[in-house]
Each structure stands twice: as structure tokens, then as C-alpha cells.
């Protein structure tokens, strides 16, 4: 079995400052972690993906993520907001063992000039 | 590369009527998946295939159907149409199992009134 919980359905910052957003996970065996966002209108993307070997990741537009093990978090960071990336944004996880991907319920990220 | 494409994009369907979701994706995925999003909540997995021939039912199978008699086309069909059935519905594809992304389509919002 495996869920997402993201914490915090809306989020707002100013421009220049960091965006976090948070993840956390929980899967019977060991997860591959996905962060995803979408523009109005349009279907997901992928950001970054965690699979194997080193814990912080880097995707797309300045993004990454780091994954914590022991605190079931693969949580969304990004130095410094730009107005372009205000969207919603998707933590999502499948299973080793599983096709099948669980997304979160989505963070809706506002960003204010 | 024209990648994941949904037809219709907007429909508005009466209590009772029939639909298919059209969807076709020309990258040779073995793997298509139908999500439907309602608002504030994350993607809920309809129907998945992982193969010509091949489906299963998802998180939220009923009321709809599906049918994969090729690599490319994966069709959603709703049968008697319920406003529950009110969605966005996303169609996806990947190249395999685990820690392959998943590419999305631009989705078909649909009310059923």
C-alpha cells in the first residue's frame, strides 16, 4: 500500500523568496518519489523523480528535492520564486514492485510580485 | 511528436448518456493509465494497461470502462453518465514499470448535468 500527504493545499510567497513545499509518503516497500506540476488547463509535468542513489535531486526550472527516509519526506524546494511558477504542483509515489502511481492531493503555489 | 492527445477537450453530457474519452499517444508505451481530478483533490486512477489486450481496474473503476486493442489507443467509456462523473480526466502513458515518468495529456473536462 502507498499514499501521499502534502501538507498545505495552498501556499504563498513573494517573489525572490523560497518556495517550499512539502511531501511526505508512505509505502510498504522502497518508493520511487515524483513531483509533477500543472499549469492551468494543461497536463502534468514532470519536475524531478526520485529512483535510487542520491538523496537530493535536481529537475527542471531550479527545483529539487530531497529525499529523507527516516522522515518519509521528499519535500519541494526552490531558492528563489519566480512569478512563472505559480501553478499547482503534485508529489506522487509508486512502489518498486508497483506500476501504479498515488498522487497527493496537489499545492497550489502563488506567487506575489 | 504529438505525445499523449485527448479528444474532446470540453463536453457536456445529460444524466444517463453514453461517452467515450478518446486517447492515443505515438511514443510505443506499453503502459496507459486514466485519472480523473476533482477540484482540490489529487489525480484518482480510473483504469490502467500495461499492454495491448491488457487492463485493471484502478481506485475508482465504476461506471466506467475501458478497452486497449492497440499499443496507441486507450478509450474511457462511460456508460450512463452521473453528475459524479463531473471531472477533469487525464490520460497518461509510460515507457515502463517503477521509476518511468509519466507523460500526460492535456485533459477533457467533462459535466454531466
Known amino acids: 500500500a502507498q499514499s501521499v500527504t502534502q501538507l498545505g493545499s495552498h501556499v504563498s510567497v513573494s517573489e525572490g523568496a523560497l518556495v517550499l513545499l512539502r511531501c511526505n509518503y508512505s509505502s510498504s516497500v522502497p518508493p520511487y518519489l515524483f513531483w509533477y506540476v500543472q499549469y492551468p488547463n494543461q497536463g502534468l509535468q514532470l519536475l524531478l523523480k526520485y529512483t535510487t542513489g542520491a538523496t537530493l535531486v535536481k529537475g527542471i526550472n531550479g527545483f529539487e528535492a530531497e529525499f529523507k527516509k527516516s522522515e518519509t519526506s521528499f519535500h519541494l524546494t526552490k531558492p528563489s520564486a519566480h512569478m512563472s511558477d505559480a501553478a499547482e504542483y503534485f508529489c506522487a509515489v509508486r512502489g518498486t514492485n508497483a506500476g501504479k502511481s498515488t498522487f497527493g492531493d496537489g499545492t497550489t503555489l502563488t506567487v506575489k510580485p | 511528436n504529438a505525445g499523449v492527445t485527448q479528444t474532446p477537450k470540453f463536453r457536456i453530457l445529460k444524466i444517463g448518456q453514453s461517452m467515450t474519452l478518446q486517447c492515443t499517444q505515438d511514443?510505443?508505451?506499453?503502459?496507459m493509465y486514466w485519472y480523473r481530478q476533482d477540484p482540490g483533490m489529487g489525480l484518482k486512477l480510473i483504469y490502467y494497461?500495461?499492454?495491448?489486450?491488457?487492463?485493471d481496474k484502478g481506485e475508482v473503476p465504476n461506471g466506467y470502462n475501458v478497452s486497449r486493442s492497440t499499443t496507441e489507443d486507450f478509450p474511457l467509456r462511460l456508460e450512463l453518465a452521473a453528475p459524479s462523473q463531473t471531472s477533469v480526466y487525464f490520460c497518461?502513458?509510460?515507457?515502463?514499470?517503477?521509476?518511468?515518468?509519466?507523460?500526460f495529456g492535456s485533459g477533457t473536462q467533462l459535466s454531466v448535468l
Open positions: 494497461s500495461v499492454g495491448a489486450g491488457i487492463t
Open positions: 511514443m510505443n508505451h506499453n503502459y
Open positions: 497518461a502513458s509510460s515507457q515502463g514499470w517503477g521509476n518511468e515518468k509519466l507523460f
